[in-house]
């Protein structure tokens, strides 16, 4: 709350109280009546010279020695109103000091009552987008409020970023009760980033690197994904491609060894090429875009999936037969675009990764799209550790994730409590693609 402004004080007037030796007095009655709703009631203590206290004592009708005098700021107010200045304090505080006086007990207050406003919001909001039971969504929550991001941005720009971020959740999510955001290919759609944000903000660039909304999903998609908060580009681009959303349509690239479309279409033409001449392919998402109906494969014919690159290198190395795509990883969304054409096209998808946590949680967000696993069961596991020497034995860290392809694979993971990573298990792969 402002003091509203009043007429000036006239010449003579401000001339006698505008003197420097009385701007201590001003200062320090404008600190008091800023903490006390402008109300002009308790002390302020002002240093005053010969000229100060001859000044304000003529103001008060008596005499004042100089040094350090306490003044009572209700007879001030009065001396004020009776004498030529004709306003109380408030007013003369205000011109004498240049700027009018706030409120600030009563804007703090606002203020407040506005952040409850907008925390009530936003619990209304998460409910309708049927988020508000989501284990991941406390947490987030807390670390939004605590980070004080959305403090510094203020009250406006905290609201509407806030609204656009769980527009941007809810958009990313099937069924938003059992595992809020959903990752890869548990998302309703595969999305661009900038499509995503004109369709949940209403502007392209909504979303975009800096933006608060962008920062608030973000932090939503690691606290889902149980992975640390972004703090770098390539962080943030990994959390995007987490829930299907591509950065950008030419960066995030899938490897694939062998896929040789048939048909007459020139770029299953150039694919078959490239098989005939050995060669990997790093295929974007905006070509897989390029040719959305061109089929991949014949149906049944089988597709082996893996995680880490080191077993795509050793087909080529081997120039085994098989066909053979590699994720790097979590795929990218040009990966997951990959997979969901083959799985829909009626190709035999197969799919192996690593035997931790976030490998299992790779593994069976692929499952999901219609892949079957390859050498992914407990009797695997099982083999794969019994052959690992003492030195290279690694501990799982982390959650257990269920395997519902083979519920005996994660018990019996989190009783061995040993990681295996899918190169110590080429032996066992390779052979599998030496069926073309």
Same mark, same amino acid.
């Given at each position: ?34 903490? $006390?709703?402008?109300?002009?009631? *308790? ?33 001030? /107010? ?8 004709? %306003? ?82 809810? +958009? ?52 889902? %994904? ?20 591509? $950065? ?14 048939? #048909? ?35 149906? *049944?014919?089988?597709?082996?999936? %893996? ?7 050793? +087909? ?9 795509? %590699? ?5 990218? +969304? ?13 190709? &035999? ?30 009797? &695997? ?16 860290? #982390? ?24 190169? +110590? ?6 052979? /599998?693609?030496?069926?073309?």
């Amino acid at each position: 709350m402002t003091a509203p402004s009043l007429p000036q004080l006239s010449a003579p007037v401000r001339g006698y109280l505008g003197d420097p030796s009385l701007a201590v007095l001003w200062t320090a009655a404008r600190r008091r009546l800023e903490r $006390t709703r402008l109300s002009p009631t *308790g002390t302020v203590q002002a240093q005053l010279d010969a000229e100060g206290a001859k000044r304000l004592g003529g103001l008060l009708g008596t005499r004042l020695e100089p040094g350090l005098r306490q003044i009572q700021l209700d007879s001030l /107010d009065a001396a004020l109103r009776a004498s030529a200045a004709q %306003c109380g304090l408030v007013s003369v505080v205000a011109e004498l000091t240049g700027r009018p006086l706030q409120d600030r007990a009563s804007a703090k207050e606002t203020q407040q009552a506005a952040w409850t406003a907008l925390w009530q919001q936003l619990d209304g909001d998460l409910t309708r987008a049927g988020l508000a039971h989501a284990d991941w969504v406390l947490g987030w929550l807390g670390d939004v409020r605590n980070t004080g991001v959305l403090t510094r941005a203020g009250i406006e720009a905290a609201a509407t970023a806030l609204g656009s971020a769980v527009h941007t959740i809810a +958009a990313l999510t099937d069924t938003p009760l059992h595992a809020p955001v959903r990752t890869g290919a548990e998302a309703v759609r595969q999305w661009e980033l900038s499509e995503l944000a004109a369709h949940t903000t209403g502007d392209a660039h909504g979303l975009d690197e800096g933006r608060l909304a962008s920062l608030l999903v973000l932090k939503a998609i690691a606290a889902a %994904c149980a992975l640390p908060s972004p703090v770098s580009a390539a962080s943030r681009r990994m959390l995007w491609e987490q829930v299907g959303v591509s $950065t950008d349509s030419l960066s995030g690239t899938v490897m694939v060894w062998r896929l040789a479309p048939p #048909g007459p279409h020139p770029w299953a033409e150039m694919m078959r090429v490239r098989c005939g001449l050995s060669l990997v392919t790093h295929l974007t998402l905006q070509e897989l875009h390029t040719v959305p109906t061109v089929a991949l494969t014949a149906p *049944g014919t089988t597709v082996h999936f %893996c995680e880490n690159p080191q077993v795509l290198q050793a +087909a080529v190395r081997h120039d085994l037969p098989g066909i053979l795509v %590699c994720g790097s990883g979590n795929p990218s +969304a040009a990966g997951w675009e990959l997979l969901q054409r083959l799985t829909a096209g009626g190709a &035999d998808v197969a799919y192996h990764g690593d035997f931790d946590w976030p490998g299992i949680a790779i593994a069976e967000r692929v499952m999901r799209t219609g892949a079957r696993p390859w050498r992914m069961h407990a009797a &695997d596991y099982l083999n794969a550790l019994n052959e690992l020497s003492a030195e290279r034995l690694i501990p799982l860290v #982390g959650p257990a994730v269920p395997t519902p392809w083979d519920p005996g694979l994660s018990a019996v993971m989190s009783q061995r409590g040993v990681a295996v990573h899918e190169e +110590a298990q080429l032996h066992c792969l390779l052979p /599998d693609l030496h069926q073309g």
